[in-house]
């Protein structure tokens, strides 16, 4: 069995439901257990900014999947809950990215584990480091507190957790 933890991302409504499917999606493959989701927190774009808000979490999951495999998974996921792909970094229903995959490096065209954007994200670190605060990232050799302590405080302003309003439907 491996661990790894998988970030997830939605900035077009009803965002928390894309959460919460592609939580269930992960929880019903056979291969698959999660064993911790993180709070949701409401963010505020990075990179291409001209965007809604997102809501962003982390989840930390069990598998017997290869990393390919459950990079397979996560885009079969993000499939059938309708992301197309249009804006590089823009509008998106949902965005399941591999941050860690059991300490291992792995580093190809298609997947790059460590996810090379972990530690400057604090959309990211923020909801990672309430799962595991002391999880040390390989290649970088350090803890996410320690990336998170890192991170310029206005970086870590844009992020709030997030409370259901409207019946939860955000
Ligand atoms: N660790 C990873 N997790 C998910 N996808 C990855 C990873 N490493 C590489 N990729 C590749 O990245 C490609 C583009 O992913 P995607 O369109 O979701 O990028 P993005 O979410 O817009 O940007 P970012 O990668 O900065 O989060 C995927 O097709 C996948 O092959
Ligand atoms: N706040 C926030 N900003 C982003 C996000 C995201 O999930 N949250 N994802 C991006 C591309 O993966 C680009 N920018």
Same mark, same amino acid.
């Given at each position: 069995m491996k661990?790894a933890y998988?970030?997830?991302?939605? /900035?077009?409504s009803? %965002?928390?439901?894309y959460?919460?499917? &592609?939580l269930?999606?992960?929880?019903?493959?056979?291969?698959i257990?999660?064993? !911790?989701?993180s +709070?949701?927190?409401?963010t505020? +774009?990075?990179?291409?900014?001209?965007? &809604?808000?997102? @809501?962003?979490?982390?989840?930390?999951? !069990?598998? &017997?999947? &290869?990393a390919? %495999?459950?990079?397979?998974?996560?885009?079969?996921?993000?499939?059938?809950?309708? $992301?197309? $792909?249009?804006?590089?970094?823009? +509008? $998106?229903?949902?965005?399941?990215?591999? @941050?860690?995959?059991?300490?291992? /490096?792995?580093e190809? *065209?298609?997947?790059?584990?460590?996810?090379?954007?972990?530690? *400057?994200?604090?959309?990211?670190?923020?909801? @990672?480091?309430e799962? =595991?605060?002391n @999880?040390i990232v +390989?290649?970088?050799?350090?803890?996410?507190?320690?990336?998170?302590?890192?991170l310029? =405080?206005?970086? %870590?302003?844009?992020i709030? %957790?997030?409370?259901p309003? /409207?019946g939860? /439907? *955000?």
């Amino acid at each position: 069995m491996k661990e790894a933890y998988i970030a997830l991302g939605s /900035n077009i409504s009803p %965002k928390a439901d894309y959460l919460e499917k &592609s939580l269930s999606r992960l929880q019903e493959h056979e291969d698959i257990e999660v064993l !911790q989701a993180s +709070p949701i927190y409401e963010t505020v +774009p990075v990179g291409y900014t001209e965007q &809604s808000d997102f @809501l962003n979490m982390v989840a930390h999951i !069990q598998t &017997s999947l &290869s990393a390919f %495999k459950l990079l397979e998974v996560c885009q079969e996921i993000e499939q059938e809950l309708g $992301r197309e $792909r249009t804006i590089k970094w823009g +509008p $998106r229903t949902i965005d399941l990215d591999i @941050l860690l995959y059991n300490q291992e /490096n792995i580093e190809t *065209e298609q997947l790059v584990i460590p996810h090379p954007r972990l530690h *400057e994200r604090a959309f990211v670190l923020v909801p @990672l480091a309430e799962l =595991d605060p002391n @999880l040390i990232v +390989p290649v970088i050799h350090k803890s996410v507190s320690d990336l998170l302590a890192a991170l310029a =405080d206005e970086e %870590k302003e844009g992020i709030a %957790k997030w409370k259901p309003k /409207n019946g939860g /439907n *955000e």
